[in-house]
C-alpha cells in the first residue's frame, strides 16, 4: 500500500476509486463503503485525515479517544486490499479550502475516477460540501458517486460516537456487533506488583498508546493474542482496590500460560463484560472471586 501525505503528487496514472471520510474503527458502515470501492473496477484507495476534523475544529481541548490507532488503521487497509492511503494533515489550509478546489485537488487532480462516501459525509470549508454537491462537484470531472445509507445494528444507525459510548460503558458486546469484529487494545508487557502471581492468578500489564480509548473499570472475558497464539483470558481494568491500588492498569490473566513476555507486544480482544471492579475483604476472597471468573471465560 503506497501512503501519500502531499496532495501535490500528481503521479498516478491508473483510474483511482476512492472512499471518503475518517473512519475511526471501521465499524460494519465504513465496511460498506470499502467493500464498494474494492469491489469497482478502479483501483481502490482511501482518503482520509491524520486527525479528526471536529478535534482540529474545536480548538485543541479535550481531544475525542480513537478506537484504533493509526498504525493499525494502516495495517487493517493494506489487509483489506486498499492500494493508497491518501492521509493528510487538517491544516488551516485544508480548513479553509472550499467544496469545489476539494474535489479538483484532492480528487480529480489526483485521478480519482470514483468515490463512495456514507449518507453524512461533508467536506470543504465549514463543512458547507455534503454528499448532494459531492455528487454534483464530481459530475463536472466525470467522477462516479456513491452514497452508502445508514447501515442499522438492532434498530440503531452504526457510527464511532456509538462504538464509544458502548465501550464507556463497558458493553464490549454490543460494540462488537457494531465493528463486526471484537474491539481490542493492544500494548507492551510491563512488570507490575506481580500480586497476582502470589495468588495463582499471574497477570499481563499492559501500556496502551495514549489516545486510545479504553472500556469502562470492571472485569472482562478477554481472547489475548501473544506471537500469533490465542488464549482465554480475563482482564481487569481499574485501580485494583482489594491491594490498595493507585493507579489505573490494564491487567490480564492469560489462562493455560506460564510465559514470560515482558517487552512484547499483546492483543487483548473484549468479549464481554463479567463484574464491576469492587474491592473484597480479603486476598483469598479476590481469589475466590478470580475462579469464579475463570470459569466464566473457560464456558465461553
Known sequence: MRIITDHNQHDINEPIGAALGYFDGFHIGHMKIISSVLASSYTPALITFSQRPVDVINGGGTRTKKLMSASDKME?????????????????????????????????????????????????????????????????????????????????????????????????????????????????????????RTIGFPTANTVVEEGLIVPAWGVYYTVTEVNGRRFRSITNIGNNPTVSGETVTIETHILDFDEDIYGETIKVEFMEFIRQEKKFASLDELKDQLKKDEAFARSR
Open 76 to 196: 487493517f487497509l493494506k489487509d483489506a486490499g486498499i492500494k493508497y492511503l491518501f492521509i493528510y494533515d487538517f491544516s488551516e489550509e485544508m480548513m479553509a479550502t472550499s467544496p469545489e478546489d476539494f474535489v479538483r485537488k484532492y480528487l480529480a487532480e489526483n485521478n480519482v475516477r470514483y468515490v463512495c462516501a456514507g449518507y453524512n459525509y461533508t467536506f470543504g470549508a465549514q463543512g458547507r460540501g455534503n454528499t448532494d454537491t459531492l455528487e454534483k462537484l464530481c459530475s463536472t470531472y466525470g467522477i462516479k458517486t456513491d452514497i452508502c445509507p445508514p447501515v442499522k445494528c438492532d434498530g440503531l444507525p452504526v457510527s464511532s460516537s456509538l462504538i464509544r459510548n458502548c465501550i464507556q460503558e463497558g458493553n464490549v458486546s454490543f460494540a462488537a456487533k457494531l465493528l463486526g469484529r471484537p474491539f481490542y487494545l493492544k500494548g507492551i508487557v510491563t512488570e507490575g506488583r506481580r500480586i497476582g
